[in-house]
C-alpha cells in the first residue's frame, strides 16, 4: 500500500516536473519574442528621433531670415508683398485707451 502510494506520489512529481518545464520553455520563447519586438521598436523610435532632429533642422534652414528674405525677393512679383516701415504701424496716440470702446460701439 505504502509503495504504491510512493508510486503514485513519484509518478505526480515527475508529472508536476515535466509540466513546470513546459511551461518554463513556453516563457523562455514569449520572453525571448518580446525583447525581440523591443529591440525592434527601440530600433524603430531612434529611426523616428533622428527624421525629427533632420525636420527640426531642415524646419530651422527655411526658417531663417537669410533664406526667407531671398524667397521673397525671387517671389516679390507674385508676393506682392511691401516693406515695412515705421509708417505701417499705429502710433500710440492712435490707439484708443481701454474701455474707451465698449461692445456695440456705445461709449
Known amino acids: 500500500m505504502i509503495g504504491s502510494f510512493l508510486r503514485l506520489i513519484t509518478v ?3 508529472f508536476a516536473v515535466v509540466l513546470s518545464a513546459a511551461m518554463l ?7 525571448r519574442e518580446m525583447k525581440a519586438e523591443i529591440r525592434a521598436m527601440e530600433r524603430e523610435a531612434d529611426k523616428v528621433r533622428q527624421r525629427i532632429d533632420a525636420l527640426e533642422t531642415e524646419w530651422a534652414y527655411l526658417n531663417s531670415p537669410g533664406y526667407l528674405i531671398d524667397l521673397v525677393r525671387t517671389h516679390a512679383d507674385v508676393l506682392n ?3 515695412r516701415v515705421p509708417d505701417n504701424f ?3 496716440v492712435e490707439i484708443p485707451p ?3 470702446l465698449e461692445v456695440g460701439g456705445q461709449q
Do not use: H, S
Open 98 to 100: 481701454r474701455g474707451a
Open 25 to 31: 520553455y513556453r516563457v523562455k520563447t514569449e520572453t
Open 12 to 14: 505526480l512529481a515527475a
Open 81 to 83: 508683398l511691401k516693406e
Open 90 to 92: 499705429a502710433r500710440l
